[in-house]
């Protein structure tokens, strides 16, 4: 990001804050080349911001390579988490390489622990209280944030519906619970 963060400051002081807040390098190649500037010391401005606009172009086309090479690899390997929405290929590559066999999990409680997605218990005598686990792995829970949110924006069919809900006929018997 540091390259963004250098140009775009560099453009906001040739342009007096004209550039947008989202900058790609395309469209700091357009501004810049929109800008003529007679005196030397503003050409001298403007070569640095078009360095870190080619910086930038170039860090883009690398990072477009690498996930490619990750959904190849995330391909080959073939997983159910590709078909949660919000988790793709770069999502699952990082789950797979973090957690490596779910089965090294007692139960799912132990997950929710290993990932900080599990509340802590700060209760005190009649108070039943709990906070936020700040503690567990932090790119799991960061990857499994990200989903969540993806599938709050865009509901769809939810994850562990109950058959009942989907209008499926279940045996009587206990009830699950939610």
Do not use: C, W
């Not at 804050?17 to 501004?31: C, D, N």
């Not at 503690?135 to 865009?154: D, E, M, S």
């Amino acid at each position: 990001m540091q390259p963004v963060d250098r140009g775009d400051a560099l453009l906001d002081e040739l342009l007096a804050a004209a550039a947008s807040t989202r900058l790609t390098a395309t469209k700091a190649h357009e501004i810049l080349a929109a800008v003529s500037l007679s005196e030397p010391v503003g050409e001298a401005r403007k070569q640095p911001a078009l360095e870190h606009a080619d910086d930038v172009a170039e860090l883009d086309v690398k990072i477009k390579a690498m996930a490619k090479r990750i959904a190849a690899a995330v391909g080959q390997r073939p997983s159910a988490l590709t078909d949660i929405k919000g988790i793709a290929a770069i999502g699952t590559a990082l789950i797979l390489g973090e957690v490596g066999d779910v089965r090294r999990f007692r139960s799912k409680h132990h997950f929710a622990s290993y990932t900080g997605t599990a509340p802590i218990d700060v209760s005190s005598g009649d108070q039943n209280r709990h906070r936020l686990n700040r503690g567990g792995n932090r790119r799991l829970n960061y990857a499994l944030h990200t989903a969540a949110l993806v599938q709050i924006r865009f509901p769809g069919p939810r994850v562990g519906e109950l058959p009942e809900e989907r209008g499926v006929q279940v045996p009587a018997g206990p009830r699950r619970r939610r």
